[in-house]
């Protein structure tokens, strides 16, 4: 059998005082204090709290707080242990032995073992054959999966347990109450095996705007709220606390399938060229972007300034006039975003630039559709197959591990003309000054386990 | 002036051990110089040659794409490499292009163009190569390899001088450190889940066999601990709610259990003590015997006793986020300082009275510690700001009473770090 990692068993207050910090809020020589409620306010407003459906619903890393993965992936996107301290595989990459972590329970009392781990993974991989032993858990999977262990620390393999009508996780904070698609209360888990969070509780309200966020703010009614993208810099002038990701989320067009024809390929194409995504981020987003060419963000993969950008109205009509018929699409974009539209009508504009006629529909079935979508990974292999798999895309191919085998299945998935990448947007959160140690990764996910509350200055 | 004696720093994922000999051969601004200058030499030599391993490699594939051929060579730079390195870099690149018998020469006289970009991703340098000859489609090759963790330093410097000289630097936390003087010199480090015991011989710390302490339930995050030496006993381990007692005769072992002992805030026997949380980060404010009259203070982090004519003025960094003083009457609180979590006493010899090292509660990084005396009730710093590189997770007084043991999490490595800190006079 061959390792391919093997952690070294560290305590858990190790992992737990982690400083792996992207963007933080840096808090020097003054110990973190125990106590206080965290107020969130958000704009999404998930319906469950199911790890299976909150993961595309909520806020990147709220679920974990309540369920935790096998690994977790730091700053750089390398997996760490998790619930499990190790994993080896067998060579192949399609059989790989997880050892589960000692002393883990769930919220109900339940201790962790690998039947429970088993069942979770199995309703969210159906197609992986999973053993389970003592404290060990086997996945074999159909093909290789050399990167499983990063794999495993997405939120939709999430270890959880349903009793009594309830579902729970294992981790530092335990549901106290859920009004579902308005309120969240979560209450510290004393047990909790890397130690007790700082927080006694949090809580989070659903589903409101971005100026409903700012008043409750401004009136000290929320510790933490939601910048738009568009607003960050303003936000920063203004002088709040500021804590952004890198670029991260993907605005793009999917289109509902692939080009029936050469033609349309060119009219596709074509359209891609027409777009001015640097003034869309430039005037529309206020700069809280970077025009994209690909749909991993360049951070991710150092190769993403390789693929051409939108705008050159030249490569555009050469595009065009090698389509011999007319084109005309129907655009569809979320109407409850006031900025989607903008930028629809803006897309509409540059179209008709290149002979494109475009017809924007805010309802119905479209055939191309204005989407953000988040970076499902901080490991640009998995986000690759997780966002192809979100765009409804061919499952991208990797000849190997290496950059290379990186780029050229992303390559090869742009070549499909079926997503037209636009703008990778930063989220961002603005904090009140008694909070500490909130950390946003570069892919925009939450890592809020280690926050705590300073006493409000007298 | 501030020194720091970072020695023998390294990033291996075992225990590191350090000399601690405080005397220094050069000037300490000189030595830390010196210890730049090699280490800024030493980083260049080794990225130079995994520069050059990489350009081999991107050159190879580069003249694959072109075959022999005349090329002009552009190199843009999105990465965090200097300058300097890029133009040795551009060098590398084309002598080895050269070798593969692509030449690099004037644009307007070449048949192709080859456009490298030094790009990096959060895990990876990444170096592509455009490429477009003739009519020819762009090909796109590109190479990458691992970046290594972030690198930083950093460093500072009236009438005391703050010296940090490194014990220990390790993966796992280290809560407190009892240096035993002696031939060979000893210490025990105090972890979260052992003791350990050092030998110092050959001018390295040498581990002995750690010594076990299981926990029956979860340790609080902020995890503190303290270990103190005794007279009729090697030493008493302090965890929130468990204390441990070594045994007091070879070999050395040590029994631990669930208590809610108060734990020593001095090192002094019949010293004052306080109880602490047992499942938090802090002492509660019960105090025995008490100080005075005072049986009682607010929640605090860390005190430091500062000796009077007839009593003792105690400075405690409060829950509150404030600084209080308690005299054994009264208790004072003072709003307008800022300072960190921790505190510790200690007393230089070429002063009167004693000397509160005190974390700084910026939230700049790194910590700093900087000394302090009371000449009455108001804090008067006496030594310039010593930067440690990373925040500060333990300041205890050592058992000498004159020196301290502080402890940091490294931002370099993620390793924690142990220093004794001593204030010099006069330097």
């Known amino acids: 059998m061959q390792t391919t990692k093997t952690m070294k068993q560290t305590c858990s207050i190790l992992l737990a005082a982690s400083s792996l910090l992207w963007s933080a809020t840096a808090v020097a020589a003054a110990r973190p204090r125990y106590g206080g409620t965290l107020r969130l306010a958000v704009k999404e407003t998930p319906a469950t709290f199911d790890p299976a459906t909150l993961a595309t619903a909520g806020p990147a890393g709220l679920s974990r707080l309540v369920f935790e993965t096998l690994t977790t992936l730091d700053e750089r996107g390398r997996p760490q242990p998790g619930l499990a301290v190790s994993w080896q595989v067998e060579p192949g990459n399609q059989r790989w032995r997880v050892l589960l972590r000692n002393g883990v329970s769930f919220h109900d009392g339940a201790i962790l073992d690998a039947n429970a781990v088993g069942a979770s993974l199995r309703a969210s991989n159906p197609n992986w054959k999973i053993v389970a032993s003592a404290d060990t858990v086997i996945i074999e999977t159909d093909t290789a999966e050399p990167g499983l262990p990063a794999e495993l620390a997405l939120d939709r393999n999430s270890i959880f347990r349903r009793a009594g009508g309830k579902i729970g996780g294992t981790g530092p904070f335990s549901i106290a109450q859920w009004d579902s698609g308005k309120r969240l209360t979560l209450k510290a888990n004393d047990q909790y095996w890397a130690g007790r969070p700082f927080l006694d509780s949090i809580e989070i309200d659903f589903g409101k705007d971005y100026r409903e966020q700012a008043t409750l703010l401004d009136l000290a009614k929320a510790d933490v709220i939601e910048i738009a993208p568009e607003n960050i810099h303003r936000a920063q002038a203004e002088g709040r606390t500021v804590i952004n990701s890198e670029p991260s989320k993907l605005m793009a067009l999917a289109f509902a399938g692939g080009p029936t024809s050469e033609d349309e390929a060119h009219a596709r194409a074509a359209l891609t060229m027409s777009i001015d995504t640097t003034a869309i981020n430039n005037v529309v987003l206020q700069g809280g972007g970077v025009p994209a060419g690909a749909l991993l963000p360049n951070w991710e993969t150092g190769y993403a300034f390789t693929f051409p950008v939108g705008g050159s109205t030249e490569i555009a009509h050469q595009e065009r006039a090698q389509s011999r018929r007319l084109t005309s699409w129907t655009l569809g974009y979320d109407a409850s975003d006031s900025i989607s539209r903008v930028i629809a009508e803006r897309i509409l504009l540059n179209a008709r630039d290149a002979g494109i006629t475009l017809q924007l529909a805010s309802s119905g079935a479209t055939d191309l559709r204005l989407l953000r979508i988040s970076l499902p990974s901080a490991e640009p292999h998995v986000a690759l197959t997780e966002l192809s798999k979100a765009l409804q895309l061919p499952g991208p191919k990797f000849s190997s591990s290496s950059v290379a085998a990186l780029y050229s299945a992303e390559a090869s998935l742009l070549q499909t003309h079926r997503i037209i990448p636009l703008v990778h947007v930063r989220s961002a959160v603005a904090l009140r000054a008694n909070v500490h140690d909130w950390i946003t990764f570069p892919n925009g996910e939450w890592r809020i386990e280690n926050v705590w509350l300073a006493p409000e200055k007298p | ?293 005072q049986k009682s203070a607010p929640s605090f982090y860390s005190a430091a006793a500062v000796p009077r004519d007839k009593y003792a003025l105690w400075v405690l960094t409060g829950v509150d986020g404030q600084l209080h003083l308690l005299d054994g009457i009264n208790q004072q609180t003072l709003t307008k300082i800022r300072w960190g979590s921790d505190l510790a006493a200690i007393h230089v010899l070429c002063r009167v009275g004693s000397q509160v090292l005190a974390s700084s509660a910026g939230n700049d990084s790194p910590d700093t510690v900087q000394a302090f005396e009371f000449p009455d009730r108001e804090p008067v710093a006496v030594s310039q700001k010593l930067e440690l590189n990373g925040n500060v997770t333990a300041l205890w007084t050592a058992q000498n009473g004159q020196n301290a043991i502080a402890v940091f999490r490294d931002a370099d490595n993620e390793n924690y770090e142990a220093d004794l800190l001593n204030l010099a006079c006069g330097q």
């Not at chain 2, 210890?35 to 050159?59: G, K, M, P, T, Y």
């Not at chain 2, 259990?257 to 509660?284: C, I, K, M, Y």
Request: hydrophobic letters at 40%; charged letters at 15%.
């Open chain 2, 1 to 293: 002036m501030l020194t720091r004696n970072p020695t023998n720093h390294q990033t291996d994922a075992t225990a590191i051990y350090n000399s601690p000999n405080p005397r220094m051969h050069l000037p300490s601004r000189a030595r830390l110089v010196c210890c730049v200058i090699a280490l800024l030499a030493f980083v260049s030599i080794a990225h130079a040659a995994d520069w050059r391993q990489l350009a081999a490699q991107l050159s190879s594939k580069i003249a694959a794409a072109t075959g022999p051929d005349v090329i002009a060579l552009d190199i843009a730079n999105r990465s965090s490499i200097s300058a300097a390195e890029v133009e040795n870099i551009r060098r590398n690149l084309a002598d080895m292009l050269a070798n593969s018998g692509v030449r690099v020469w004037q644009p307007e006289q070449a048949a192709g163009s080859v456009k490298v970009t030094l790009s990096e991703s959060l895990q990876n340098y990444v170096w592509v190569a455009e490429v477009r000859q003739g009519t020819n489609e762009l090909s796109v090759v590109m190479v990458s390899m691992p970046r290594p963790e972030s690198t930083t330093s950093a460093q500072n410097s009236l009438p005391l001088t703050l010296h940090a000289t490194t014990l220990l630097s390790q993966p796992d936390p280290i809560l407190d450190i009892a240096v035993i003087e002696g031939s060979p010199r000893r210490m025990m480090v105090l972890g979260g889940n052992s003791v350990t015991p050092y030998e110092f011989r050959d001018g390295h710390w040498l581990p002995g066999q750690p010594l076990a302490i299981n926990h029956a339930r979860p340790l609080p995050r902020d995890l503190r601990g303290r270990i103190v030496l005794r007279k009729d006993h090697l030493f008493d381990a302090y965890l929130p709610g468990q204390v441990c007692h070594s045994t007091n005769a070879a070999p050395l072992g040590m029994t631990c259990a669930g208590s809610d002992d108060p734990w020593p805030l001095q090192v002094e026997d019949s010293a004052v003590s306080a109880f602490f949380a047992p499942a938090r980060n802090f002492f509660t404010g019960a105090l025995v015997p008490g100080i005075g009259q």
